[in-house]
């Protein structure tokens, strides 16, 4: 694909360090609302149970494949439009659709409406991350990139650590259906900010070059890159470990409550510190010695993220075999903290591996993989593994059915060191 030349200064009074600085702030509290919106459902899982009568496996699916599904699938399209189009206005709309859709969910009367609700906030989320991976990719060279889609990433855990103690509290004093409708109303606000604040950049700006006319099909995107095997392994293991990270999120609300009688407010407090803090250090920290260790040796771009997911596995143990939800939420730490390294370097390499127009169905195809195997499979089959336990152990059914969905966490780590293996040799070749 034919490439030219850009002049440098033709974009540097208005692409300063302070407007990408700014563009990229920006971005990430667009990431937060997308996280707050996609999981404040989780810490409001037991009392819609309670009050809609619902199972496990009915809850696991608006969790999990209701939203997956759309998200991922709509996101290709979009990733296309944003391809060749203006990826501003692109999340400005979609972050519209998704804040409009999760206030409507506390309308919600039975499943149904609640399953209606939750493809509509899909829909509207599938057009906020290849946009936006995208966008930060033309901002920032790629000896920064894994360092800046980290930065980015730390919408999921301000998103879930925000989304946890409001829901959580609001559902306290003022129920379910509130804790959605307060939530989802300034996310219309934000739209506007992005919409008249933010500047599109040129693509290619970050490396000086500018992409040619002619864009890439879909398949033509996802055929370039099976033939990477370091992309294969590396999204592969990026689902499974997403996998693990959506069952936990999803569904470690409902066993604190469960197995040590937590009410809502005081899960949501404890989760949301842990996975907002130790899970937003982890995703930095990742991403930061992806790049140090990667610049060495690229190699360790990919196993950083081998190491991090085998410490993770034993110390998963004493999160669901403790007797005191003290004892759980301290083994919590660690496993979340770690789990989070593959976010930025993932998606780093992704944006690395592909030509300037390829980038932002490249983010798609990726978050395609991760979202139906991880956001669709995880909560899920949680929820049904707990159902099929339920007969024998209870209420204590979900205790186990996330240990048995910790161990999927080796998988993942073999599927890292595999990709890792050939991600040099991958980025060697002619993009």
């Given at each position: 694909?034919?490439?030219?030349?850009?002049?440098?200064?033709?974009?540097?009074?208005?692409?300063?360090?302070?407007?990408?600085?700014?563009?990229?702030?920006?971005?990430?509290?667009?990431?937060?609302?997308?996280?707050?919106?996609?999981?404040?459902?989780?810490?409001?899982?037991?009392?819609?149970?309670?009050?809609?009568?619902?199972?496990?496996?009915?809850?696991?699916?608006?969790?999990?494949?209701?939203?997956?599904?759309?998200?991922?699938?709509?996101?290709?399209?979009?990733?296309?439009?944003?391809?060749?189009?203006?990826?501003?206005?692109?999340?400005?709309?979609?972050?519209?659709?998704?804040?409009?859709?999760?206030?409507?969910?506390?309308?919600?009367?039975?499943?149904?409406h609640l399953l209606i609700a939750r493809i509509g906030v899909g829909v509207g989320e599938a057009g906020c991350s290849p946009p936006a991976h995208s966008m930060i990719a033309d901002?920032?060279?790629?000896?920064?990139?894994?360092?800046?889609?980290?930065i980015y990433a730390l919408g999921i855990p301000f998103g879930i650590l925000f989304g946890f103690i409001a829901g959580g509290w609001l559902n306290e004093f003022f129920g379910?259906?509130?804790?959605?409708?307060?939530?989802?109303?300034?996310?219309?606000?934000?739209?506007?900010?992005?919409?008249?604040?933010?500047?599109?950049?040129?693509?290619?700006?970050?490396?000086?070059?500018?992409?040619?006319?002619?864009?890439?099909?879909?398949?033509?995107?996802?055929?370039?890159?099976?033939?990477?095997?370091?992309?294969?392994?590396?999204?592969?293991?990026?689902?499974?470990?997403?996998?693990?990270?959506?069952?936990?999120?999803?569904?470690?609300?409902?066993?604190?409550?469960?197995?040590?009688?937590?009410?809502?407010?005081?899960?949501?407090?404890?989760?949301?510190?842990?996975?907002?803090?130790?899970?937003g250090i982890g995703i930095v920290l990742g991403g930061y010695l992806a790049d140090r260790f990667g610049a060495r040796d690229q190699r360790w771009y990919l196993w950083i993220v081998t190491v991090a997911l085998l410490i993770s596995v034993p110390i998963s143990f004493g999160i669901y075999l403790s007797d005191t939800a003290t004892a759980s939420l301290l083994f919590l730490i660690l496993p979340i903290l770690l789990g989070n390294f593959y976010q930025a370097t993932t998606f780093s390499q992704a944006q690395g591996l592909v030509p300037l127009r390829m980038r932002a169905v490249a983010a798609a195809v990726l978050l395609f993989i991760l979202n139906i195997i991880g956001l669709g499979a995880g909560p899920q089959m949680v929820g049904i593994v707990s159902d099929l336990l339920q007969p024998t152990y209870g209420d204590e059914s979900l205790r186990y059915a996330l240990l048995i969905l910790g161990l999927v966490n080796i998988w993942a780590a073999y599927h890292y060191f595999i990709a890792g293996r050939y991600l040099a040799q991958d980025l060697e070749k002619d993009n």
């Open positions: 694909m034919a490439m030219t030349e850009t002049d440098p200064l033709e974009t540097q009074s208005v692409f300063s360090p302070a407007m990408r600085r700014y563009a990229l702030s920006v971005l990430v509290v667009v990431y937060t609302f997308n996280f707050i919106d996609r999981q404040i459902l989780s810490i409001l899982l037991e009392p819609i149970k309670q009050d809609l009568g619902l199972s496990d496996t009915a809850l696991g699916m608006l969790t999990g494949f209701a939203f997956a599904l759309f998200y991922a699938t709509l996101g290709i399209p979009i990733a296309r439009l944003a391809d060749r189009g203006n990826r501003r206005n692109l999340i400005a709309i979609a972050l519209t659709v998704w804040s409009a859709m999760t206030a409507v969910s506390g309308l919600a009367q039975n499943f149904w901002y920032f060279p790629s000896e920064n990139r894994a360092t800046a889609l980290g379910w259906r509130v804790a959605f409708f307060v939530v989802g109303v300034p996310g219309l606000l934000l739209a506007i900010l992005v919409r008249f604040s933010l500047r599109e950049p040129p693509r290619g700006m970050a490396e000086g070059r500018t992409a040619a006319e002619a864009q890439p099909g879909v398949l033509e995107t996802f055929r370039f890159l099976w033939t990477k095997k370091s992309f294969r392994h590396m999204a592969i293991g990026g689902g499974l470990t997403a996998f693990v990270g959506y069952g936990i999120v999803t569904w470690v609300p409902s066993f604190l409550i469960r197995s040590y009688g937590m009410g809502t407010g005081d899960a949501g407090t404890y989760l949301g510190l842990i996975l907002g803090i130790p899970g």
